[in-house]
């Protein structure tokens, strides 16, 4: 069955403090890996999407990366506007277009 | 370019009610999607549609039914609502794999 999990649940960080979120993933066959961020009250926005192990992408003090098993987004020198909660999602090869989606880790960047 | 748009914004409903939740996209995006976010259970796919005049069921479309007639709307009908439908409803459309999303209607049954 596929599944995707996101750890952690919550994360609080000081303005400045670097950190990673995890998202890990089990589907049959990979069609691509998506990061969402969403605040509160608001619809998901879309950040990044990685279609293969080793693949990374960068958007301002975000790089997500990706493995065959996981996918990292890690948040260098976070500030205070990047508190929301980022949400981890995967499509199926041969799909039509279905994302599976984590629960989310919500991140708090204290100034 | 309004992207996809959802009204209402907010709904209350007595258990029983019927309503239709609208969803209108002006990308022309062929695939078109419902979800619903619940505390704890992240998103999780309700009907979805791959094209004008086809749809399909997610993981959780028991007391929801859909249509597409157009390319352009994807309304949501709860047929009669129940406390366990107390939700967000969130709308997407898709092109290249990427999920637009709507801005979400909140919907409380009492």
């Known amino acids: 069955e596929d599944q995707v999990t996101q750890s952690p649940e919550a994360l609080r960080l000081q303005e400045g403090e670097s950190s990673s979120l995890n998202c890990s993933y089990t589907?049959?066959?990979?069609?691509?890996l998506f990061w969402y961020r969403q605040d509160p009250g608001k619809g998901p926005e879309f950040l990044f999407t990685?279609?293969?192990a080793g693949e990374e992408k960068e958007k301002e003090r975000l790089k997500a990366t990706l493995t065959k098993k996981e996918s990292f987004l890690h948040i260098t020198a976070p500030k205070p506007e990047d508190s929301a909660t980022y949400l981890c999602?995967?499509?199926?090869?041969?799909?039509?277009?279905?994302?599976?989606f984590g629960q989310g880790t919500t991140l708090q960047v204290k100034p | 370019n309004a992207g996809v748009t959802q009204t209402p914004k907010f709904q209350v409903l007595k258990t029983g009610q019927s309503m239709t939740l609208q969803c209108a996209q002006d990308?022309?995006?062929?695939?078109m999607s419902w979800y619903r976010q619940d505390p704890g259970m992240g998103l999780r796919l309700i009907h979805y549609?791959?094209?004008?005049?086809?749809?399909d069921q997610g993981e959780v479309p028991n007391g929801y039914n859909v249509s597409r007639s157009t390319t352009e709307d994807f309304p949501l009908r709860l047929l009669s609502a129940a406390p366990s439908q107390t939700s967000v409803y969130f709308c997407?459309?898709?092109?290249?794999?990427?999920?637009?999303f709507g801005p979400g209607t909140r919907l409380l049954v009492l």
């Open positions: 997407a459309s898709s092109k290249g794999g990427v999920q637009y």
């Open positions: 990308m022309n995006h062929e695939y």
């Open positions: 999602a995967v499509q199926r090869s041969g799909n039509t277009g279905k994302l599976i």
């Open positions: 589907v049959s066959g990979l069609r691509g």
């Open positions: 990685l279609y293969s």
């Open positions: 549609s791959v094209g004008a005049g086809i749809t």
